[in-house]
């Protein structure tokens, strides 16, 4: 996992309450993505970016937001958090959307809604 | 849209024997597949890709990839398994619509001393 560290590494937070996870890289790889791993359903696209400022939604965008101010990090808000968004959340970057390009993933943030 | 398909929820085998962890994947255009490994606790770790070439892959830790294009299949094998080969694993293809990984629902494996 090295070259892409996330924040916090567990968090336990109330409904209703906002909560922002982080996702920072040393690589300057353009884009990057939030995922969210529950069982039965493996990884779903959250938002992705494409460069600074540049984002747009995944599979299961609704009740989170983005924000990409600098390259090296990429923040994911869930604006009130609800129980069904217990989770863990991982954050991956890719040098190229190019087809031989894979992703470097980073430990992940396991979330806790209660 | 491009997809991959794990059949199986969890794999169980015995220490030293051979392990298959299948995929099939469905893509217009070629292929371009990846399996990813994830230890207890810890994120999606790269194992190997197949792009273009020879139909058998070699990856990370002894695993190897068999590409074949007339079942649309891409199995992950060893020869031998360890028990520190028990994780998730998953497989991924590239999406030629809009470039990103799609990845399969992840297969447990468990390996039994």
């Known amino acids: 996992d090295a070259g892409i560290t996330q924040s916090p590494r567990h968090k336990v937070t109330e409904t209703g309450t906002p909560v922002t996870l982080r996702c920072h890289q040393t690589?300057?790889?353009?884009?990057m993505y939030w995922y969210r791993q529950d069982p039965g359903h493996g990884l779903r696209l959250i938002h992705y970016?494409?460069?600074?400022?540049?984002?747009d939604k995944g599979e299961v965008s609704d009740g989170y937001s983005v924000s990409r101010s600098k390259t090296e990090d990429f923040l994911l808000t869930l604006e009130s958090a609800t129980s069904s968004q217990t989770s863990v959340y991982f954050c991956?970057?890719?040098?190229?959307?190019?087809?031989?390009?894979?992703?470097?993933f980073g430990s992940g943030t396991r979330l806790t809604v209660v | 849209a491009q997809s991959v398909a794990q059949p199986e929820d969890q794999v169980n085998v015995a220490e030293g024997n051979p392990l298959t962890v299948k995929c099939t994947y469905s893509?217009?255009?070629?292929?371009?597949l990846f399996w990813y490994v994830q230890y207890p606790n810890r994120g999606l770790q790269f194992l190997l890709k197949?792009?273009?070439?020879?139909?058998l892959v070699k990856g990370s830790y002894g695993f190897e990839a068999e590409f074949n294009k007339s079942q649309t299949s891409f199995h992950l094998k060893k020869p031998s398994a360890l028990v520190s080969d028990s994780a998730l694993y998953f497989c991924?293809?590239?999406?030629?619509?809009?470039?990103?990984?799609?990845f399969g629902k992840g297969n447990q494996v468990v390996v039994i001393p």
């Open positions: 991924a293809v590239r999406d030629s619509g809009n470039n990103r990984l799609a």
């Open positions: 893509v217009s255009g070629n292929p371009y």
């Open positions: 690589e300057n790889h353009r884009y």
């Open positions: 991956a970057i890719s040098e190229s959307e190019s087809r031989n390009y894979g992703y470097t």
């Open positions: 970016s494409y460069g600074v400022k540049d984002t």
């Open positions: 197949y792009i273009t070439g020879d139909n």
